[in-house]
């Protein structure tokens, strides 16, 4: 048993779900993409990065502002800074 009192095969079986669900929706995606249009693309980027965003916040951030104090959020402006001038770049003629 994991400390928190999950069973290996039970935390295996999440895990297993969460790839297969990932490839499967990865599939669709890359079926779609012939017709979606940039309005949808930036809708599911959108969505993508509030989910990495829940993610940082929730489970993350707590720790590394603690850890790390006020240079935290310095790094974190500016990593989505640099992030949005490489995807932006990339959509440049």
Do not use: D, K, N, Q
């Given at each position: 048993r994991i400390?928190?009192?999950t069973s290996a095969?039970?935390?295996l079986m999440l895990w297993g779900g969460a790839v297969l669900?990932?490839?499967?929706?990865?599939?669709v995606g890359s079926l779609?993409?012939?017709i979606a249009t940039d309005w949808m693309v930036a809708g599911a980027s959108a969505v993508a990065?509030?989910?990495i965003l829940a993610?940082?916040?929730s489970t993350m951030m707590?720790?590394?502002y603690e850890l790390g104090g006020g240079s935290v959020t310095f790094s974190?402006?500016?990593g989505f800074l640099l992030g949005f001038w490489v995807s932006s770049s990339t959509m440049l003629p």
């Open positions: 400390r928190a009192g095969r039970r935390m669900l990932c490839g499967f929706v990865a599939m779609l993409s012939g990065g509030g989910a993610m940082l916040s707590p720790e590394a974190t402006i500016s």
